[in-house]
């Protein structure tokens, strides 16, 4: 692949050039806000009512009660007419989309013109992909394409990616693991940028998506991602404003987790965002760049989170007002602070869950999110012991096992081990099981009424 940019090359003196490409969106629709489509009002038009109907039964049983259901459902009156409205999978639009287009291309050096308008038509060609689409988040992970050196470190990938997916199924999100290198010159953290935009191509009916690094965990399983706080942006990342403004320190912000909406936009800023990348040929500047501006990086190169606190910082004008530097809870957090707090935070909510009798009653795993928003009401009388969303074992390389050398190797393994049995606790509670020990393997079955026993 050539490198590619050239057009869209990233360069402090072409400002005008970018913000020139950026006010010129030609044909504003009534779909677009602020010049990203947002898929809120107009489509929410298309009310869907989700099946009540989506099964028969047909119980020749002499149980009455079992009867009185059967009967029940049948008034219902169910059959395979629209009142059920899933996605249909079994469906493609006969009308051209944008797929059939032969100069569409997955690859990030084909620049994508109009994919918002694009994106729309296609939901509109096929609309059962309607109902929920400005909600819709599929979360994007992944490794490298051979094995890991770290002799533990292909099991740590995979309890690692079983959270995720655990995380996933109790929320009813999509999820992709790539272990493929897409670009052959942009790896290691640069890898995720072509992988995002061949996923938003594939994923038309999602809004987000969402990049996790493999070496992330979701410590709380119930928590959501507060969308409707990020309705007007696009780019979500853990950050805080004055360190980067301020301080000027390259961990201001984390890029190994975001939400990047599925937009035009988005495109357009990775497009920017990769210029300072290893498969541009300003790669070596944009190290040196980096270096002067963020005094304490200490990836010698162009890395991709000091490329993102660059453009937040020195480019502020032009990308910041859809870019949300989210401080307010865990969007990631660093393991070392978090990993000590897991047993108090383990006490405090078995204390809430003796309290409160309806946070401890056994249910289905799929209405868990239920409990997850009854449970909200009650976290603010815990304070400082809520559950951290997602904890981030940056530094601790589980895969090649090259972790950083201020912290001993003991240390990571050890807290990914209790973080990924604290997370499978809240799962394998659904399951009837607990590990009553963090370090240990074993799970041991949980009696009726626990914790309140
Ligand atoms: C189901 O259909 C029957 C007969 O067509 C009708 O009498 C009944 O009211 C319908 N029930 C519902 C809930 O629509
Ligand atoms: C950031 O800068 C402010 C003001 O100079 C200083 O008080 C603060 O300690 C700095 N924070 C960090 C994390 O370096
Ligand atoms: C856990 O709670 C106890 C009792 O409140 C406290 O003494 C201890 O410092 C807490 N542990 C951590 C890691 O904060």
Redesign the pocket.
Known sequence: MAPSQEGLSHHPKKNTHMASKFNSRSKPSPFLSNGCIFLGGALSTLFIIWGLCSFVIPIPNSDPKIDLVATQLKSLNCTNDATIEAPDMLHDSPERTFYDDPEMAYTMDSPMKNWDEKREEWLLQHPSFLAGAQERVLLVTGSQPSQCHNPIGDHLLLRFFKNKVDYCRLHNYDIFYNNVLIHPKMNIYWAKYPLVRATMMAHPEVEWIWWVDSDAIFTDMEFKLPLNRYKNHNLVVHGWEELIHINRTWTGLNAGVFLIRNCQWSLDFMDVWTSMGPQSPEYDKWGVIQRSTFKDKVIPESDDQTALAYLIAIEKDKWTNKIYLEDNYYFEGYWLDIE??F??IS?SYNELEREVKGLRRRHAEKVSETYGTMREGYLNNIG??RRPFITHFTGCQPCNGHHNPNYAAEDCWNGMERALNFADNQVLRKYGFVHNNLMDKAVSPIPFDYPNV
Request: charge should be positive; avoid cysteine.
């Open positions: 000590k707090t047993n108090n006490k400082q012991w």
